[in-house]
């Protein structure tokens, strides 16, 4: 079993083409839709640092600088805002920019999520890490990413997010075969399939976004043959790692409950703002008294 170590590397892989959200990402990165008044990838930053994970290599790809500029500093701007005193919106601009330490690197060839996350192997190291997928956002209330980062340093190995879901929807996901622990929300995964037919699952638990590598992670990725959709798996590596323990130590699963906001898709992007919006001190209130007379007419 690999010897457990502090984890402080977070990688989130930024490099799609959002072909679902067109024509608004066209010329915009989707990670830079907003979701309510900051864009989705400032959520995950959020989420890497308030688990203690200050340094973040975001894997871009062609158009993607925006996310750069996102988390770098805007002179121009903070000077017009401190020339009118506007010290709350300064305050909201500079946030970003002081979040964490950030790198960025690109995949030049988009050859899956598996081969974005072996794009961050020389910044990694032999260090275990997480990865975190922009299209979930986990509400703060929730530590996920903590909890997950617990268990890979008190069990080494690697950790993955499972939630379950209605087996008619298993074939959206990667699925695990598990068995329990001495832990009611963490399971041992005993094998993985990548969206499988709802006949051919093995259970109803799908991996959603977040993941806790051991760095053996690397050389299994850097053998494994292009999958489904013809590009290289994250869930077929995972499957190695399951299936031989001496390889990069054990697989567990935290089984998550709480509240997870999908940006996947559009309507659900929708549903999201919604529920964030509702949820706000400053916007909740009239917010949702809003939304009650839209609904109570619209019906």
């Not at 506007?86 to 950030?102: G, H, I, N, P």
């Not at 329990?180 to 709802?198: C, N, Q």
């Amino acid at each position: 079993m690999t010897s457990p170590s502090r984890i402080t590397k977070a990688v989130i892989p930024a490099a799609g083409l959002g072909t679902r959200f067109l024509p608004a990402t066209k010329a915009t990165p989707k990670e830079m839709l907003p979701v309510v008044d900051k864009p989705a990838i400032q959520y995950v930053v959020e989420e890497a640092v308030a688990a203690g994970l200050s340094d973040v290599l975001m894997v871009t790809g062609r158009s993607k600088r925006a996310l750069e500029d996102h988390f770098d500093r805007n002179y121009e701007l903070e000077e017009a805002l401190t020339r009118k005193g506007d010290k709350e919106r300064l305050a909201k601009v500079q946030e970003s920019s002081d979040l964490a330490t950030m790198h960025y690197v690109r995949q030049g060839d988009p050859r899956g999520l598996g081969h974005a996350v072996l794009c961050a192997a020389p910044h990694v190291g032999d260090q275990p890490f997480a990865v975190l997928l922009g299209d979930d956002l986990i509400d703060p209330r929730d530590p996920l990413l903590a909890r997950m980062v617990e268990i890979q340093e008190r069990e080494g190995g690697s950790v993955i997010a499972l939630m379950e879901v209605d087996p008619a929807q298993i074939h959206l996901y990667g699925c695990a075969a598990v068995e329990p622990t001495g832990d009611a929300d963490v399971v041992k995964v005993r094998d993985l399939v990548e969206k499988p037919d709802a006949a051919e699952a093995p259970s109803n638990y799908a991996i959603i976004g977040r993941y806790v590598l051991d760095p053996a992670i690397f050389e299994i990725l850097g053998r494994t043959e292009p999958g489904r959709g013809g590009e290289i798996q994250l869930t077929d590596a995972l499957q190695q790692l399951s299936a031989d323990e001496e390889v990069g130590g054990p697989v567990h699963g935290v089984v998550f409950k709480g509240r997870r906001y999908d940006t996947g898709d559009r309507g659900d992007y929708l549903r999201a703002i919604v529920r964030l919006a509702c949820e706000r001190e400053d916007l909740g209130p009239d917010f949702r008294a809003w939304l009650r007379s839209y609904v109570s007419e619209e019906m």
